[in-house]
């Protein structure tokens, strides 16, 4: 009965979330470079631009897309611009922006990957869109069909011509065809001549090289294409790849996680510098993504680093896959209980610690959803 309850309260979740995407209303996340998140009452009128960390408080309030300051918007179309005229690549784009000093959406300098998501998301032409992946429980993240995606175009006032949005959607697609496997490992070969050292981030950075998730996805790792081309790394620097996408997914989670409350009616509110989530004004929650690593053995183990200056009300803690692409299952872990600064978890840790395991975070947005008294009684 539990599990038939916690599939039903996904399934409402998903399609009230996907009802709201065809309205036009934006889930979750930052808004982007050249663009800000506009509070909205329940009648369309506007109430103020939501700062990074601030969510709406009011059930009935709306979150929309509106273009931001001039000079960011300014920045977009020259980006499109060096792109699609000029013939640059995302790296070529990217060092010209840091050249003249012009930082990003937080001010950190520019990297290929930021100059190549300003080129491909629909939002920077009003486009409303969602379910484009699919990030199941114990199941691979999924990049869905076009048929299966959910929404509402010309939702927002666009900010790039849509028909220079999609000169640059052509030039991106026509670049990544599907290669066959000896291309590919023909443009690592290529690659390992030039650096003595291979990395996941070496091969994201390089344009005209298909992503490290492309040699992930074929190959099964990176070091098994690395062994096809006769390359034998001096030590495993995937950890560092791993790390480096655990930060790239947390805010993600963080803003899936104030979605679902949100959606539940939970009032939530995120501090900036910390992530400190604050519910219902009556308790706090932070979230931690754990890396699995396994042992020469072969068993799995994740390390749990609780931040106790933080001292959360309770941890989520998410155990990351074997490929370390998407969580397992989650930790919830009250501060009261838990006090050690860090946990070396198992596949199994013994009733101590599995009671506080959960297969999906339903438990975690059970906790925030208000009954009326009568109701309760």
Request: glycine share 8%; with cysteine; hydrophobic share 40%.
């Amino acid at each position: 009965m539990a599990g038939e309850y916690s599939r039903e309260l996904s399934t409402k979740v998903f399609k009230g979330q996907c009802n709201l995407i065809q309205k036009g209303f934006r889930q979750g996340g930052a808004a982007g470079y050249g663009l800000r998140r506009m509070l909205i009452d329940q009648n369309g009128e506007p109430k103020g631009i939501l700062r990074r960390g601030e969510h709406k408080s009011l059930q009935t309030d709306r979150v929309i897309l509106v273009p931001g300051p001039r000079e960011e918007l300014e920045i977009v179309q020259w980006i499109y611009e060096l792109f699609t005229k000029e013939g640059k690549q995302e790296r070529d784009v990217a060092a010209e922006l840091n050249e003249r000093g012009i930082g990003s959406e937080y001010g950190r300098p520019w990297t290929r990957g930021l100059v190549h998501q300003i080129l491909i998301n629909e939002k920077y032409i009003g486009n409303n869109v969602y379910n484009r992946v699919s990030f199941k429980l114990k199941k691979k993240r999924v990049q869905n069909p076009p048929d299966m995606w959910v929404r509402a175009n010309n939702a927002f006032e666009a900010v790039v011509e849509p028909e220079m949005f999609y000169v640059a959607r052509g030039i991106i697609l026509e670049r990544n065809r599907r290669f066959t496997e000896q291309e590919l490992l023909d443009s690592l070969k290529a690659l390992a001549r030039k650096h003595t050292l291979l990395s996941g981030l070496l091969i994201d950075e390089t344009d005209g090289m298909p992503s490290s998730s492309t040699y992930r996805s074929r190959f099964g790792s990176l070091v098994r294409a690395y062994r096809l081309i006769g390359y034998t790394p001096d030590r495993d620097y995937e950890y560092v790849q791993i790390n480096r996408r655990l930060r790239q997914l947390h805010p993600d989670l963080v803003a899936r996680i104030i979605g679902q409350l949100e959606s539940l009616g939970a009032s939530v509110h995120q501090e900036e510098a910390t992530d400190l989530l604050l519910i219902n004004g009556e308790y706090t929650a932070s979230l931690v993504l754990a890396r699995c690593q396994e042992t020469k053995a072969g068993s799995l183990r994740w390390l749990i680093r609780l931040d106790q200056s933080l001292a959360p009300d309770v941890t989520i803690a998410a155990r990351m896959s074997a490929t370390n692409e998407a969580p397992d299952d989650f930790y919830l872990l009250p501060y009261i209980d838990i006090t050690l600064p860090k946990l070396l978890l198992a596949e199994h840790n013994g009733v101590h610690f599995d009671s506080y395991r959960f297969d999906t975070l339903d438990y975690f947005m059970d906790l925030a959803v208000r009954v009326k008294i009568t109701v309760a009684a």
